[in-house]
Nanobody, 117 residues
Framework: VQLQASGGGSVQAGGSLRLSCTSS????????MGWYRRAPGKQRELIAT???????NYEDSLQGRFTISANNDRNTIYLQMSSLKPEDTAVYYC????????????WGQGTLVTVSS
């Protein structure tokens, strides 16, 4: 399984970006997928997850500005980010988890988001 994250870039505060994460296999096989981020000098932070049934969950402080979604036909999940702030600057990683006989995690390579004031 390979996850390819894309869509990062530089944006001014208040702007929007949409990140994509495309799987090399059908995302129907994952129990859930999601996004993390790691800002410079900070610990990794969970942003949002989406289950195989479309149930979503968000970090409380980000809900309302960030929206996770999935397109099963394209084997892709998205993270729509709006009203971006400089503190959203980070490398954003997508991941996927299967919970079959054992837990397996798969990670994308990360995409950098830079928000300038």
């Amino acid at each position: 399984v390979q996850l390819q994250a894309s869509g990062g870039g530089s944006v001014q505060a208040g702007g929007s970006l949409r990140l994509s994460c495309t799987s090399s296999t059908s995302i129907y096989g994952f129990s859930y997928m999601g996004w993390y981020r790691r800002a410079p000098g900070k610990q990794r932070e969970l942003i949002a997850t989406i289950t195989d049934r479309g149930r979503t969950n968000y970090e409380d402080s980000l809900q309302g500005r960030f929206t996770i979604s999935a397109n099963n036909d394209r084997n892709t999940i998205y993270l729509q980010m709006s009203s971006l702030k400089p503190e959203d600057t980070a490398v954003y990683y997508c991941y996927a988890v299967t919970l079959m006989s054992s837990r397996m995690e798969y990670w994308g390579q990360g995409t950098l988001v830079t928000v300038s004031s």
